[in-house]
């Protein structure tokens, strides 16, 4: 699943027919309890789960799967050159650092020739409203254009949270300095089954303005 909206890889075969996943050797970034891993495995493909979290990774744990649990950093992945076919990543690191450049790098170092990267992230043009499932959330309340992190600390000052704002065209910009071809960016609509609401995702904002945005990568 890429997103909220619930645009799934069966549906959507941005790492390709799943048919041909067999085989594989994929790695999936910021894994948490590794749902994306789970998946890949049942199609035959043989997935890394990694996250830098140990406590996500002891969920993963719990709930069983026959592939690898790796905790490190995705800046300094503890992987040979050329070790996987395909990478991906449902919402997980790459919002969560500050220089992506140092991670979509070392993902292209990892990946063969050939090799593709799909990542999703909440849609940049999100920042720029509240983070509100109604009506509330439908009106501009900051600069799109203004980076600054969301930061939660607790109560001695610490950031226990952190999530970094990038532009569509930053976004754009890391990918192509990384060395990765975009071959296509997805912004899924928000489907007439899903119902659901929570945080600040609901149907209302889903039919309005974009929720998640997909990025479809290629190590040439």
């Known amino acids: 699943m890429w997103g909220p909206e619930g645009l799934d890889e069966v549906e959507a075969e941005l790492l390709g027919p799943p048919e041909e996943l067999k085989g594989r050797d994929v790695l999936e ?20 789960a990694l996250d ?23 800046g300094a992945l503890p992987f040979a050159d050329g070790s996987f076919d395909l990478a991906c990543s449902a919402y997980g690191a790459l919002p969560f650092v ?8 070392e993902v292209r170092r990892v990946l063969r020739p050939g090799g593709r990267l799909v990542f999703s992230v909440t849609h940049p043009i999100r920042w720029a409203f509240p983070d509100e499932p109604g009506p509330e959330g439908l009106s501009v309340s900051a600069s799109y254009f203004d980076r600054t992190p969301y930061v939660e600390q607790d109560e001695d000052g610490r950031a226990v ?22 071959v296509d960016l997805v ?7 899903n119902t659901s609401e929570w945080g600040g995702w609901s149907p209302l904002r889903g039919n309005l303005i974009p929720g998640t945005a997909i990025f479809v990568c290629v190590r040439d």
């Open 98 to 105: 500050a220089e992506p450049r140092l991670v979509l790098r």
């Open 29 to 48: 970034l910021g894994a948490g309890a590794a749902q994306c891993s789970r998946w890949l495995a049942a199609q035959g493909a043989r997935p890394v």
């Open 187 to 193: 912004e899924p609509q928000w489907p007439a089954w």
């Open 52 to 74: 830098i979290s140990h406590r996500q990774l002891q969920h993963a744990l719990r709930i069983g799967g026959p592939f690898p649990l790796v905790c490190a950093d995705a």
């Open 161 to 182: 949270y952190v999530e970094h704002h990038r532009t569509i065209g930053d976004r754009v910009r890391d990918v192509v300095a990384s060395g990765f071809r975009l």
